[in-house]
């Protein structure tokens, strides 16, 4: 009889994180199925191309899907004349039917309107359609985690305040810790993982960890390196590029 896994996955890229990720949809199911997990959520970048595919894939294996979507929000609008800032991500997950119906509405958000750089959703978008949805913060490169390594942290404890408010009883400060390439945690991920703890604290909000999932094994890591590369039509030996 296979054990229970302590850790269930609650932010896994698959191959519809177009450019990025790379667990084919099939392949993460049957591994789940086969190492017992009884549950996967799935979050792929600024879509949701397969929350049909996957529920129906992961049903028949007896593996629970958790249908979610890592999206980029809008965290902190420039002041006018300001350069507009790049979005930083929250993981959202669907906790009923309303909640996968504000998903689906949040996804709309994200491409409709035309007067957006890259695909993004505000935070009174995100606050209109949280209900029945779970929040994650995002980690150390999420929103919060963008406010606190830029050392904004009276900035970064309003946007921790509305999300409370916007997701009652089901926002969660969101832990990870990723090896660099030294072996060590990513300095990011050093720098906010104490005021992560120490806000949640102070809030009374729940802590929950993460493993932000691109590829199913880890000798795919260059393969990866290699999406990555192609996406930003960067060349592998450039050091400014960004790492899988």
């Known amino acids: 009889m296979t054990q229970a896994p302590r850790f269930i996955h609650l932010r896994t890229h698959t191959e519809y994180s177009l450019l990025e990720g790379a667990v084919p949809l099939k392949k993460l199911v049957k591994t789940c199925a086969e190492k017992g997990y009884p549950a996967i ?3 792929d970048t600024d879509n949701m191309f ?8 992961a ?19 420039p002041a006018p004349g300001e350069k507009l800032r790049m979005p930083a991500p929250v993981v ?17 958000c994200l491409y409709l309107p ?11 978008e995100l606050e209109t359609h949280s209900g029945g949805v779970i929040c994650l913060t995002g980690g150390a490169e999420g929103a919060l985690g963008k406010l606190i390594q830029t050392n904004q ?11 409370a408010r916007a997701f009652p009883d089901r926002l969660y400060v969101e832990l990870q810790r990723h090896a660099g390439d030294d072996g ?4 990011a991920e050093r720098l906010t993982e104490r005021p992560f703890v120490e806000m949640a604290y102070e809030m ?18 260059e393969a990866h390196d290699a999406l990555l590369c192609i996406k930003e039509g960067a060349y592998w030996t450039n050091p400014h590029r960004a790492a899988a």
């Open 59 to 77: 049903s028949g294996m007896g593996v629970q899907p958790i249908l979610g979507c890592q999206v980029s929000v809008a965290y902190d609008p």
């Open 204 to 221: 009374g909000l729940p802590l929950v960890a993460t493993n932000d999932v691109y590829f199913p094994k880890s000798d795919m890591f």
């Open 50 to 57: 397969a929350a049909l595919e996957f529920s129906v894939l």
């Open 41 to 43: 959520a799935v979050t």
């Open 114 to 124: 035309k007067d957006r750089p890259v695909p993004q959703v505000t935070l009174e």
């Open 153 to 163: 942290m009276p900035k970064a404890r309003v946007l921790l305040e509305r999300l």
């Open 184 to 187: 060590q945690m990513m300095e």
């Open 92 to 108: 959202l997950l669907a906790q009923s039917e309303a909640g996968y119906m504000n998903l689906m509405a949040l996804n709309s």
